[in-house]
């Protein structure tokens, strides 16, 4: 219940079209893109690892503007409750986003930074996304159960 | 007397049998597998749980609230990424599959 709940809420909408550049994208079945987007693989290839996400897969993830990096996943919303689990609670969501938000300017700042050569800045940004990517590779071993909101 | 010997014998293998045969049959089936524990299901199965949760999203797509709409979308991936490199901000993207059975196949 993501556009009923978390992305109503005044604030989220405030913080959403402030500082980023919305899309909903309609995961069609295998998870086709039109367009080449190498920061969405993790989230295409856990997606695709879990039978029960055909039926029901929800998340919002941040990437950067070319596409490659993997900045922020709040977690996911899926049955058989169809309550707002894991991430998805206000403030976490929120706290999510902006996070997404901060990974971007350092990797802007990486990206400038002329004392680093190109090697150093891949391992850099490789480091920036670290946590996020290791949080989406959660969902290939999940299982499918109720989880307490 | 040999007769009905022969006849309690008989019997006795039978039920013997029948319970070996019992036992087989319970040790195989094993015992009831909890939902959360159960093996992969396919898409039909998936949508028809679905089918059966619907009661229960439509009661909250009711009161649900239309805030979201006011969110600037972009029209599709490629334009946001586009729209991104001009104003230099991340892309914020809400995955979501397409849901059976609804108006709107973005809700979620």
Redesign the interface.
Known sequence: ?????L????KN?ET??R??????????KGFP???P?PA?TP?REA?LSQ?????????????????TLL?AYTGR?Y??N?KPTGCYRDGRFLTN?QR??ER?RKA?AIQADSKLSAEQKDAQLAELQKDVRASVGVLKTL????ETP | MGRHVRLLFSLAILLSLLACGMWVWRARSGPPVP???AP????EE??A??SA?QA??EG??HE?????K????????????K???D????????????E?GTQD????
């Not at chain 1, 992305?7 to 005044?10: G, K, P, Q, T």
């Not at chain 1, 996400?53 to 503007?65: C, K, N, S, W, Y």
């Not at chain 1, 299982?143 to 109720?146: D, F, G, L, Q, S």
């Not at chain 2, 649900?64 to 979201?68: F, I, Q, S």
Request: proline residues 6%; negative net charge.
């Open positions: 219940m993501l556009k009923s709940s992305l109503s809420d005044e909408i959403i079209n500082d980023f550049v919305p899309v909903n994208f309609l995961i069609e893109l039109d367009v987007v969405l989230v997606f039978p029960d996400f055909r039926g029901f897969f929800a998340t919002v993830v941040v990437i950067d503007p070319t596409g900045l919303s049955p058989p169809y986003i997404g938000l971007f802007q299982k499918m159960e109720i | 939902v959360d524990d992969e299901r396919s898409l998936i949508e749980s679905e949760s229960f999203q909250l797509a649900a609230d239309e805030n979201w006011k969110i600037h979308w972009s029209s599709s991936l490629d334009a946001a990424l729209t991104a490199r104003v230099s901000k991340p892309v914020l993207i809400l995955l979501s599959v397409r059976i196949p973005g809700r979620c």
